[in-house]
Antibody, heavy 121, light 113 residues
Framework: QVQLVQSGGEVKKPGASVKVSCKAS????????IHWVRQAPGQRLEWMGWINAGNGDTKYSEKFQGRVTITTDTSASTAYMDLSSLTSEDTAVFYC??????????????WGQGTLVTVSS | DIVMTQSPLSLPVTPGEPASISCRSSQSLLRSSTGYYNLDWYLQKPGQSPQLLIY???NRASGVPDRFSGSGSGTDFTLKISRVEAEDVGVYYC?????????FGQGTKLEIK
């Protein structure tokens, strides 16, 4: 069965960086894209960016441009989201989610369990 | 960016009764190359990750009960639950996947009366 398993929670100081991993199983990793979504406390879901695991193409939200880098290790079927220059406003749960790469995709059909990143001095 | 606006934001419902959530986008979500509307609905149950309910405006995701249905076109979309059950509590989000950045509505919290 399809699973996306994320790395554990992190506590970071302001100005630091965090790298969250998302290990996929149960499907051909390179046939899909991985997207990252942020959810700050009490806030709506916020799309950060995506990577086509087949060819490595990326697209980032302008809100996070310059601070976020999404990569993959196809040999490990794992995607990574690196967020730098953290502030307290980055305290949130970060989700990875799967999406096929055609315009007629059936949505974000599988999600990771979420990773809580806490930014505090 | 495409702005997504949901209403209502809070929805108390008696079990067995129907429920309806509206989602409006700031521009049409029609992808001309496919003829589909790139609008999805998700449910985030308490303490859980979001789960896909409806994709491309009106298609139920695998395993989703048929009491859930999606409709709409252009900029106006609706999620309907024909008979609400206790397990349907949570926050419902619409999301546009037409143009990056993909954007979500504010969420509608469904609770049982």
């Amino acid at each position: 069965q399809v699973q996306l398993v994320q790395s554990g929670g992190e506590v970071k100081k302001p100005g630091a960086s965090v790298k969250v991993s998302c290990k996929a199983s149960g499907y051909t990793f390179t046939n899909y894209a991985i997207h990252w979504v942020r959810q700050a406390p009490g806030q709506r879901l916020e799309w950060m960016g995506w990577i086509n695991a087949g060819n490595g193409d990326t697209k980032y939200s302008e809100k996070f441009q310059g601070r976020v880098t999404i990569t993959t290790d196809t040999s490990a079927s794992t995607a990574y989201m690196d967020l730098s220059s953290l502030t307290s406003e980055d305290t949130a749960v970060f989700y990875c989610t799967r999406h096929c790469t055609s315009p007629s995709c059936p949505g974000f059909d599988y999600w990771g369990q979420g990773t809580l990143v806490t930014v505090s001095s | 960016d495409i702005v997504m606006t949901q209403s209502p934001l809070s929805l108390p419902v008696t079990p067995g009764e129907p429920a309806s959530i509206s989602c409006r986008s700031s521009q049409s979500l029609l992808r001309s190359s496919t003829g589909y509307y790139n609008l999805d609905w998700y449910l985030q149950k308490p303490g859980q990750s979001p789960q896909l309910l409806i994709y491309l405006a009106s298609n139920r995701a695998s395993g989703v009960p048929d009491r859930f249905s999606g409709s709409g076109s252009g900029t106006d979309f609706t999620l309907k639950i024909s008979r609400v059950e206790a397990e349907d509590v949570g926050v419902y989000y619409c999301m546009q996947a037409l143009h990056p950045p993909y954007t979500f509505g504010q969420g509608t919290k469904l609770e049982i009366k």
